[in-house]
């Protein structure tokens, strides 16, 4: 357990109480978790302003008997004389106390929430720097979300905690200037809405869209392939069934060289809900049990799989927490929270750039990923530059990456110090990578 | 109007809430209005599966102001004065020298605990009917049933209060997932589930058929998805404004000739029909394409403000802490003069009961259509199941391919819309169509 003993409020710990009395003890297992929140959306569509001030406040019980069980949430503050429904279905095992270091509340989750002028300002900074980079570009949309919320989850186990969080999100779609032009879109999140830089959001999309417009496809070549952090992040999303949950083993199995080596030396694996200075750091998961470092792949051998209390083998006395609860309307369920591939301080991506004689600088994806396990294949649309002697040639679009989920993995040669994570489900960042053993491909 | 029969906004005091929200509007053109809204959802779990039942009670409210094309939302997760009061200054533009007193805004209770014994009849049912078609295989059934109640109060004007009530369904199967919305837990529906899941598992070692250009004849369920994306979203005026302006598509031939597409929320199945959209203001019965030209797009009440050609009562939100936007909600086909074996007659191609999803790019009009399995049109006839594929196309050649739409339009093709993050039910009323020179890909 942590430390030192939170403050619950009263109605959520009089909650529990009530409901481990009921009939003489009947709920076995009780758990209730209270969540308050306060969220800011401002957005821009043509010349539609939004701006969306949410107060939140809702609360889930879970309880169980011999029998079976129930979830039930709710809006407002949670009452002790709730009406409860029957159970149904199985019945429900919750976590018990584990010893966890302290965790202190990082000092910027005080920071005020983006007003809306300053959020407006942000959307209208990041339309004027995108024109300066290609005249004529629009930003069709854009959206920034910016919250921060307390939680308080309470079982009768014995987890008692109490902790904020702090999670921005921006979303923008562009567009290029002439009848034919191709849109580009991006979906990031940082801790706080500060940290969205216009003028690095502006070129990053003014890329996009250059590459998109000018790039030609590939029909068929290999070569070395410097991958962005975007593309490897989406790589990694992709390949989370190999890091998450029990059937990554026998998955890990199937991918694994005759050493019994999962990927190169360069691969190595990390989930960390405690991330310091992650979008998503926590003391706890959605369970409220204690976050930590969990290597999932050391330097190419594989470890252990990301598993909840629930998964672990038994036996097994060390874990994470690893359910994640996207909201009071929501079960735990077990997820990455920051899953990374571990970068190299010393190594910048100019200089893994240089390094490439003749290949790709891969720097965004175009689509969703496919990925054929039984077959060991694996597709994924991608835009970039041809790169000869260091230098970007040419820019490509309208092909895919592709090649055998195991060259893949063995593939990956150096690793840059870039770290950079993107939302998918669940944080997962990447530095950008040199791969080979991979090809460029046209789309069909 | 549709009520149910406990109505919980029934005691609020309307005229002293309009009152108050007229402090909001200071500037002529100013809209403000109030969304109160309760659900409750209550699923049954699949078997094999903790927590057992489900169960989620909401209430909350959104205040709003509209001004010359900029919107302020402030919403809460409670209804009580108090929090009525801190909405409407968190958007007051200027605050009012003297406020009006907080008006009374004491709901009536919920009923009791929440509780849908229904629900855990519908999977024993579905088991029982797949039995009498002579197969059983796993299907892990869950089924939810979903009630929300809501009202709108304006300045000068308040709607009734609209109830919804409809249920949803999952399966999972060892080879597939399907998902469907259902209007209630009548006979009808098991048989009509029990069908899909018989589809799914007779389709389920079907290989994908080879790229083809040639007869693809959709169900209706399957062309319910269709016209979902490539007419209804098409024609959303805030997809419209990407491209300019939403007015400027206003007789535009979108169709072939003999498409009538509509949307009319008023003509839904019974539970889920409105009398006002979700900003309070009527709904009515919207021609999208008559004759396959563009007629009304869907609007709400901004984009009309901004164009006096659109027609509001078309505005949907997901829930108080979203502003309102123009979406479909009962999409409605007329039916045409063409009998099953006129649709099928011709030659070869696919016939294409279902569709898993689409997906429509706002801009370009690339159009993407899926489906889980299909059957091979032979001289006419039916024959043997096909695996999964998917149609390809822009939405203007997508339509034009329609050459003939079947007699008998059918509830069908109901589904979960997520466009911009916000998820609604979509119902669909409409026959069967058939297109020539359709591209139909493996998956």
Redesign the interface.
């Known amino acids: 357990m942590l430390k030192s003993q939170p403050q619950i409020d009263a109605p959520v710990s009089e909650t529990l109480e009530n409901l481990t009395k009921i009939e003489d003890g009947r709920f076995q297992e009780v758990e209730v978790f209270a969540k308050l929140g306060r969220a800011r959306r401002v957005s821009r ?14 609360w889930a019980v ?1 309880a ?1 008997d011999s029998r ?9 503050q949670v009452s002790p004389q709730g ?10 095992k919750l976590p018990s106390p584990i010893t966890s270091p302290a965790w202190q509340t990082p000092a910027d989750f005080e920071a005020p929430l983006m007003g809306e002028r300053e959020a407006q300002s942000l959307l209208e900074g990041i339309e004027r720097a995108l024109r300066n980079e290609i005249p004529g570009a629009q930003l ?2 854009g959206t920034l979300d910016d919250g921060t919320s307390e939680t308080q989850i309470i079982n009768s186990r014995g987890i008692r905690v109490r902790y904020r969080s702090r999670l921005a999100a921006l979303h923008l779609e562009s ?1 290029g200037p002439g009848a034919e032009s191709p ?1 580009a879109d991006m979906y990031i999140a940082e801790r706080e809405a500060r940290h969205f830089s216009p003028l690095a959001l502006a070129r990053r999309l003014a890329d996009r869209l250059l590459v998109l417009t000018k790039g030609t496809p590939r029909q068929r070549d290999r070569g070395e392939f410097l991958l962005a952090p975007p593309v490897m992040a989406r790589l990694l999303e992709s390949l989370l069934p190999l890091w998450v949950g029990p059937g990554s083993l026998d998955l890990a199995q199937d991918h694994q060289d005759s050493r019994g080596r999962l990927g190169s030396e360069a691969l190595t694996i990390l989930d960390n809900g405690r991330l310091m200075g992650g979008a998503l750091e926590a003391p706890a998961d959605g369970e409220g049990v204690p976050t930590r470092e969990m290597i999932l792949v050391d330097r190419g051998s594989f470890r252990q799989p990301l598993l909840s209390w629930q998964q672990i083998p038994a036996g097994q006395k060390r874990y994470a927490g690893c359910s994640r609860r996207a909201s009071w ?1 929501d ?1 735990p369920k077990a997820g990455p929270t920051h899953l990374y591939l571990k970068p190299s301080p010393a190594v910048a991506v100019t200089e893994l750039l240089e390094n490439l004689a003749r290949g790709y600088y891969l720097l965004d994806t175009t689509g969703a990923a496919v990925f054929d396990w039984p077959g060991n294949r694996f597709y994924l649309p991608v835009c970039g530059f041809e790169v000869r002697q260091g230098r970007a040639s040419a820019p490509v679009s309208g092909s895919h990456l592709c090649g055998a989920i195991s060259a893949l993995l063995q593939g990956i040669q150096a690793v840059g110090r870039d770290l950079s994570f993107l939302p998918f489900s669940g944080m997962i960042g990447s530095p950008s990578a040199v791969v080979s053993g991979l090809e460029l491909r046209a789309l069909s | 109007m549709t009520q149910s029969a406990a109505v919980p906004f029934e005691t609020l005091d309307t005229p002293a809430i309009a009152r108050a929200l007229s402090q909001l509007a200071e500037k002529p053109g100013d809209w403000a209005d109030l969304f109160l809204e309760r659900t409750e959802e209550i699923r049954s779990p699949a078997e094999g599966k903790p927590p057992g039942v489900q169960t989620r009670r909401e209430e909350g409210l959104a205040v709003r102001l509209v001004r010359a094309g900029e919107s302020w939302l402030a919403a809460r997760d409670a209804i009580t004065p108090k929090l009525f009061s801190e909405a409407l200054r968190q958007v007051a533009r200027a605050l009012p020298a003297a406020a009006y007193p907080e008006p009374r805004m004491a709901l009536g209770p919920w009923p009791g605990s929440p509780d849908a014994p229904e629900l855990a009849a519908f999977s024993p049912e579905v088991h029982r009917a797949l039995r009498e078609k002579h197969v059983a295989f796993p299907a892990k059934i869950s089924v939810t049933r979903h009630s929300r109640w809501l009202q709108v109060i304006g300045t000068r004007w308040s709607s009734g209060t609209e109830y919804e009530h409809f249920y949803s369904c999952t399966v999972e199967m060892p080879w597939g997932r399907f998902g469907t919305l259902l209007p209630s837990l009548e006979e009808a529906e098991v048989e009509t589930v029990a069908s899909h899941l018989l589809d799914y598992f007779r389709a389920r070692q079907a290989l994908p058929p080879e790229p083809v250009t040639g007869l693809a004849v959709l169900g209706p369920a399957a062309a319910a998805v269709l016209l979902h994306e490539a007419v209804a979203h098409a024609l959303e005026a805030d997809t419209l404004a990407l491209g300019g302006s939403p007015a400027a598509a206003l007789g535009v031939r979108l169709g072939a000739p003999g498409l009538h597409v509509l949307d009319d929320p008023s003509s839904a199945p019974a539970g889920i029909k409105r009398v006002t959209d979700d900003e309070g203001l009527a709904v009515c019965r919207r021609w999208l394409l008559r004759d396959g030209i563009v007629e009304q797009p869907l609007a709400d009440m901004v984009w009309s403000q901004s164009s006096p050609e659109l027609l509001p009562g078309a505005a949907r939100r997901s829930n108080r802490h979203w502003p309102p936007a123009p979406r479909s909600s009962h999409l409605e086909v007329l039916g045409g003069p063409l009998d099953q074996e006129q649709l099928l007659a011709g030659g070869d191609g696919l016939f294409l009961s279902q569709a898993e999803r689409g997906r429509l790019d706002s801009l370009s009009g690339e159009f993407h259509l899926f489906f889980p399995f299909g059957r091979r049109i032979r001289s006419g006839e039916l024959a043997e199941t096909v695996g999964p594929c998917r149609l390809e196309g822009r939405v203007g050649n997508l339509l034009e391919m329609i050459r003939g739409i079947g007699q008998q339009p059918q509830v069908a093709g109901a589904g979960w819309c997520a466009k911009g993050g916000q998820k609604l039910p979509v119902w669909a009323t409409t026959p069967s169509l058939r297109l020539e020179e359709a591209r139909l890909l493996p998956c």
């Open positions: 569509s043509g010349l539609n302003r939004t701006a969306v001030y949410s107060q939140e406040q809702g879970r169980s079976g069980s129930f979830f039930c949430a709710g809006t407002g009406s409860w429904p029957g159970t149904d279905g199985l019945p429900l069709l949309q567009l849109r309307r079960i």
